[in-house]
């Protein structure tokens, strides 16, 4: 059955607040009521917000979504103690660690997607198919497999907005570098080289972001992001993949004895867009105190570099020293906590973060001016990555795994259909994806990824090979 069509339908001439006002639902109002301020008239336009996840991220996020407008009315938690903890914290009504609970109140009609990756298809999937606009993290899932049946459930919902978190989409610097790209600053691009350096993302105690089962380490959580804005600002995508994991750090003082981390902190990797530009990229997660992230595309006529939210750019034909093209504000330390900074810049760095808060604001731009078919307007999120392009993420992200294990070029194949599929998941043996994350961390095997065959020595010496496996 059909979820109802998100639609807002003023049936006075006036606006007033609602017992349980929703933008999937009709606002009637009294003749000669008014609203306070403004305020109250975006809070009857914009859609309440359930979140599912009690990470730091959570807590810096939903005091922004309040200042924005929203209602945050639900938080879901993986125990019953951390969805209470967080709303009494941050003041959130509803809370609990029952999925249907929060998608099935009348009162919200957008979720944001912010816990473990084990866990996003099955809430996207579910949330669309009862009516629900979805905002998920990255990476959408653990696999292509299960980031395919969210692309379905889009496509088979198409009035509701559907994106992935990828806010360097949103970062002026990355937006003015793409229309810099365009307009034939670099010319045509050669060369992109991405070099990010950071501290441990492993926390106090061992949770998702130890298992690379559940969608823990540094390619899932700061590669997918490089993965989509170097398509996004290149208007290219990869045919092949080369890489390289490493977990270097098995344990530290508070996650030792019978678990252990088994995360990449490592991670080097080289792509082949499919117009000839060749990208490489290191993800360094042992440099503790700061971030430090750098995206530079070379092409035939000069480069453009950014720098944390800063854009720099030079071309060959000027004399002049590299100049600041645009210079990046950081709009969002003011909305973070004191207490918990230090673990949000590891999870999510100030460049990360203010374009995840950029999204939110344009998420509301489209709802607070929806005046469309559907209550909303595409055009302040046109530029947001869709679920297609989180499957695009993820089939590289695949690809890198499998060529760290087998030493060698792999193909990135993004399906569309879940047969096509079946070699892919085979070689990643990946545990039954229907089953809980931590059945399937205690049954998963070590060695989870077996090589079809060894590299010959004719091979080995070339970085840029083309071998094809049959």
Not at 422 to 430: A, D, I, K, S
Request: proline share 4%; glycine share 8%.
């Amino acid at each position: 059955m059909l979820p109802p069509r998100h639609e807002v339908a003023m049936l006075s001439a006036c606006f007033c607040h609602h017992p349980e006002p929703s933008v999937g639902r009709r606002v009637i109002c009294k003749r000669g009521s008014r609203p306070d301020n403004m305020r109250a008239l975006l809070s009857v336009m914009l859609p309440g917000i359930g979140v599912f996840g009690t990470g730091d991220i959570v807590r810096a996020l939903v005091p922004f979504l309040r200042a924005k407008g929203f209602r945050v009315e639900a938080v879901w938690g993986r125990t019953l103690e951390a969805a209470e903890n967080v709303a009494t914290e941050l003041n959130i009504p509803f809370h609990t660690n029952k999925v249907d609970d929060v998608l099935l109140r009348k009162d919200v009609d957008l979720v944001f997607i912010i816990c473990q990756p084990d866990l996003h298809a099955q809430i996207a999937v579910k949330a669309l198919g009862i009516g629900k606009h979805v905002l998920c993290d990255r990476p959408a899932g653990l696999c292509q497999l299960e980031v395919l049946k969210m692309v379905h459930a889009a496509q088979y919902y198409p009035s509701l907005i559907s994106v992935i978190s990828h806010g360097l989409r949103f970062l002026p610097a990355f937006v003015h570098m793409k229309r810099q790209i365009e307009a034939g600053y670099v010319g045509t691009v050669n060369v992109c080289d991405v070099r990010v350096h950071c501290g441990s993302m492993i926390g106090n105690q061992f949770d998702w972001m130890c298992s690379h089962l559940m969608g823990g380490g540094i390619l899932t959580m700061v590669g997918s992001h490089i993965i989509d804005v170097i398509s996004f600002v290149t208007s290219q995508r990869a045919t092949r993949v080369h890489g390289m994991m490493r977990t270097f750090t098995k344990s530290t003082e508070k996650i030792n004895g019978i678990r252990w981390i088994d995360s990449d902190d490592f991670c080097s990797f080289q792509m082949i867009l499919d117009e000839g530009a060749c990208v490489t990229a290191t993800l360094n997660s042992h440099m503790a105190g700061g971030f430090v992230q750098e995206v530079v595309v070379c092409g035939s006529r000069g480069r453009l570099a950014v720098r944390g939210a800063n854009l720099y750019g030079q071309s060959h034909t000027s004399e002049k020293e590299e100049e600041l093209l645009h210079e990046g504000a950081d709009d969002v330390a003011h909305l973070t906590n004191k207490n918990n900074s230090a673990r949000i810049n590891s999870l999510l760095p100030q460049p990360y973060l203010q374009g995840l808060f950029r999204l939110a604001g344009a998420l509301k731009e489209a709802f607070a001016t929806g005046d469309g078919e559907h209550g909303w307007l595409k055009e302040p999120v046109s530029t947001a990555a869709t679920f297609e392009d989180g499957q695009y993420v993820q089939a590289v992200i695949d690809a890198i795994k499998l060529s760290s294990a087998s030493r060698q070029w792999e193909q990135v194949t993004v399906a569309n259909d879940e047969s096509e599929l079946n070699p892919l998941m085979t070689r990643l043996n990946l545990p039954n994806i229907n089953m809980s994350s931590l059945d399937a961390l205690s049954q998963a095997p070590t060695n989870r990824i077996t090589p079809q065959r060894k590299v010959t020595s004719s091979e080995s010496h070339l970085p840029w090979s083309f071998a094809t496996k049959h």
